[in-house]
């Protein structure tokens, strides 16, 4: 396989559905793509104006401050007390280091990249272009001998599904019997709402309890695109296998992969601020208690969605169908059929809309159910 394997972009099929959401005399409510639609937060964009006088070409491995705010960071949030700088390594966003990382970790043909069954599209277009191939499977037993890279994503993307430690636990010991490399994408760990992850901190795959002593092999991508609203500005980061690590940074120095200076200063800023992330996660809250409910109410089942940025709804028919009922609704949502072979019949509502929008949407499905 090569990049002439790739298909069209996906969501360029939702246009029809979007040019009928339009047609509403209310107008769309645009529940697709998970694109931040909230202010960057004043303290973060103080600190990239301040910063704005970057005649120097920036450094790949990150500023000093940066790397200090990372570790600072996975010890205070994601409960990962004894990272160094050599540990970690910002990135030009995540979906970035997502796409490229068979290929800087050097795979190709007759290599296995694993990931979820129900997966963000870009963990198998990432294995496609590198020549590899891609594998959806869920569960730790069934990854196969020839294994070179494992994606687990959790929180999920569509579904929400989050991985428990001792989830994590067994998925490490399954990687390294296989010599595989284990990214865990964690982009959404700030966004617990049910469960035990309504209370607790949703683990990363750092976490000593799953690492058994040793980060060897291990890897945790974050990104501060939804918890900062900093999708514009590409800043995301990984962390984990100082070896790894190293070798990545070795290979994206040659390719110039270097996340821009203003971008890197910011970055520190937002890692250090806690107040602008719990005020962030109360406007998805809003939304999503907006939304549960006249979802239930229109008849779908909402499937996972325990945390993370999306809810995972059904009403147990082909998704393209359920497509169009929310179009006429005036209501654009993402098709399951984008995210692998096994949610077809599965729609994913995003929580990044206006509230006037959430509202309208809401009421509407409220409405329809009458």
Known sequence: MSVRDLANYPWDAVEPYRERAAAHPDGIADLSIGSPVDPTPEVIRAALAEATDAHAYPQTVGTPALREAIVDWYARRRGVPDLAVANVLPTIGSKELVALLPTLLGLGEGDIVVHPRIAYPTYAVGATVAG??????????????????????????????????????????????????????????????????????????LDPRVTGGTRSGLLSVYSLSKQSNLAGYRAALVAGCARVVGELLTARKHLGLMPPAPVQHAMAVALRDEAHVAAQKELYRRRRELLVPALKAAGFRIDGSEAGLYLWITEGRDAWESMARLADLGILAGPGHFYGDHSADHIRVSLTAPLERVEAAAARLAASAH
């Open 132 to 205: 590899a191939t891609p594998l959806a499977l869920d569960d730790p037993a069934d990854w196969p001998d020839g294994t070179r890279l494992i994606w687990i994503n959790s929180p999920g993307n569509p579904d929400g599904r989050t991985w428990s430690v001792d989830e994590l636990s067994a998925a490490v010991r399954r990687a390294r019997e296989l010599g595989a490399v284990l990214a865990s994408d964690e982009c959404y760990a700030e966004l617990g709402w049910e469960g035990p992850w309504a209370t607790e901190r949703i683990p990363s795959v």
